[in-house]
């Protein structure tokens, strides 16, 4: 693997849930995020995904440092980033910048684009010189694929594609090594969302930059993916190459969430189960016993309520160099049929 740039262990937030107008009396939390690892190497690109509400942007606000963590750690490059302050703090910011989900509300509707592309300029003067910063937004407008000219035009002039790459175009305005794009192509017509993602594939060798991409859909961030991290309830309960989550998954929510990407291959499609999750990802405030999947898992047994799962290589796998050799937080990974097939029916639901 490549040198890592980041570096997350045991990260968690929990919110506090309170009761009381006048004493906020502490009656739970809200556990968003639940005890997260991973490495991003440089020039790399790891996708983080899993449905709504399982802490994705919980994860990427804090890598942002806009929200601090609750417990756990950070490193940027080696150097832990929680618990920064001051200068120090801002010289990280500067460094891992955000692209945000949706086009439509996270630009200021009353600035022009040349404005809104300049702004980081404002917070941090030292990155380019009062005299320099047109200059600048012009050549961001013209990096993104955009006219230059438009830097006077106002954001609802733009499509929502077009208005993507201005958010693109202002989180590379401070030259940052690491992007966190949180679901940065989600709100797009899906004839446009390629178009963003070979942008940001293209900035990446071109800026040298190493990429966190959220998205609640396996099938998006296949193209630009190194790794998979696949998120449940606040934690990764799958993370390996992309080959290795797209060809063998072993956690069952994985196949799930792979069983509702389209295949293009009719025979593929045809040896495919589709595994329907059934019931509701249950609240954040109260997670399930042992493995946090089990409530909407068709294989979950006894064991699943009484022990929870440690995410690891499975032992049997560990020797062997195959797509399997990844890590799942499932007890019973070393199960999965080998190519990523799960036999049709294995919920009653047959081959779909
Ligand atoms: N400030 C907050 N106070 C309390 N709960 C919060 C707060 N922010 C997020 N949450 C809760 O934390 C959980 C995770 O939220 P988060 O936004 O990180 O999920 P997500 O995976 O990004 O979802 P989506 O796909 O809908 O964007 C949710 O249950 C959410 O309601
Ligand atoms: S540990 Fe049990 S409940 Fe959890 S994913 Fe594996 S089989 Fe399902
Ligand atoms: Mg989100």
Redesign the pocket.
């Known amino acids: 693997m490549a040198e890592p740039i980041l570096e997350v262990a045991g990260l968690v ?1 929990h ?1 506090p ?1 309170t009761r009381g107008v006048l004493f906020h009396k502490q009656v739970g939390a ?4 639940d005890g997260v690892d991973f490495t991003l190497g440089r020039g790399e690109t790891l996708g983080i995904v ?12 804090m890598l942002c440092n806009l ?1 601090r963590p609750t417990a756990g750690s950070i490193r940027f490059k080696g150097e832990e980033i929680t618990r920064l302050s001051g200068r120090a703090l801002k010289a990280v910011r500067r460094n891992i910048q955000m692209v945000f ?1 949706d086009p439509y509300t996270s630009l200021n509707p009353r600035m022009t684009v040349g404005d809104i592309i300049g702004e980081p300029y404002d917070i941090h003067p030292e990155a380019a010189p009062k005299g320099d910063r047109r200059r600048r937004v012009r050549d961001l407008l013209d990096v993104v694929g955009l006219d230059p000219d438009y830097a006077n035009r106002y954001p609802h002039q733009f499509s929502g594609g077009q208005r993507q790459r201005i958010g693109i175009a202002r989180g590379l305005a401070l030259r940052p090594e690491v992007i966190v794009a ?2 940065p192509v ?1 709100a797009l017509d899906v004839s446009v969302q390629a178009q963003v993602i070979n942008l940001l594939d293209r900035l990446q060798s071109e800026f040298d930059l190493s990429y966190v991409f ?1 998205a ?1 859909d396996l099938s998006i961030v296949r193209h630009i993916s190194d790794r998979v991290g696949v ?1 449940y309830l ?1 934690r990764i309960v799958e993370t390996g190459r992309d080959t290795e989550i797209y060809d063998h998954p072993t956690h069952p929510y994985t196949q799930a969430l792979l069983s509702a990407v389209p295949v293009p291959d009719p025979e593929a499609r045809a040896h495919r189960a589709r595994i329907i999750l059934t019931g509701d990802v249950p ?3 109260d997670i399930p016993s042992g493995c946090r999947f089990r409530t909407r898992c068709w294989k979950a047994r006894d064991r699943c309520a009484r022990e929870v799962p440690v995410l690891a290589v499975p032992a049997a796998f560990r020797d062997v160099r195959g797509a399997a050799a990844h890590a799942s937080a499932c007890h019973f990974a070393e199960e999965a049929v080998p190519g990523g097939v799960v036999e049709p029916g294995a919920n009653g639901d047959g081959p779909g």
């Open positions: 937030k919110y849930l809200v556990k968003a995020v899993g449905e709504s509400g399982c802490g994705k942007s919980t994860v990427a606000k929200e989900q949180d679901e989600s959220i609640h998120m606040g609240s954040p405030t």
